[in-house]
């Protein structure tokens, strides 16, 4: 036979070869699974948050590190672990402070 012949069917046999395992492996790997997130506030660094908030409309804005108005998405049950929380911060009221009250005595 020619040297030739034998060379590029070697080669062409390794190609296929080569393609079959790579359709092999990639039928045998698992679907990923979607992670649960939750949103973590607090924890953001300066111009790295997620989304917007009642400040801003977009992600990349905020304007300091661990404001508590902004968050970003994190793996769920890992918030807390991280120093931050899952509700966010509560909005200052318009209304004054009540008095404290005074009890006889």
């Given at each position: 036979m020619n040297r030739q012949l034998i060379l590029?069917?070697?080669?062409?046999?390794?190609?296929?070869?080569?393609?079959?395992?790579?359709?092999?492996?990639?039928?045998?790997?698992?679907?990923?699974?979607?992670?649960?997130?939750?949103?973590?506030?607090?924890?953001?660094?300066?111009?790295?948050?997620?989304?917007?908030?009642?400040?801003h409309s977009c992600a990349g804005y905020a304007e300091k590190d661990n404001m508590p108005e902004e968050w970003k998405f994190v793996a769920k049950g890992t918030c807390e672990k991280m120093g931050g929380k899952v509700k966010a911060a509560a909005k200052p009221s318009d209304k004054p402070?009540?008095?404290?009250?005074?009890?006889?005595?």
């Open positions: 590029s069917s070697a080669i062409a046999g390794l190609v296929a070869m080569s393609s079959i395992g790579n359709t092999v492996s990639a039928q045998n790997k698992a679907p990923a699974k979607k992670e649960a997130r939750e949103k973590c506030y607090g924890i953001a660094k300066k111009g790295m948050n997620d989304c917007g908030t009642a400040k402070a009540a008095a404290p009250q005074q009890y006889p005595g």
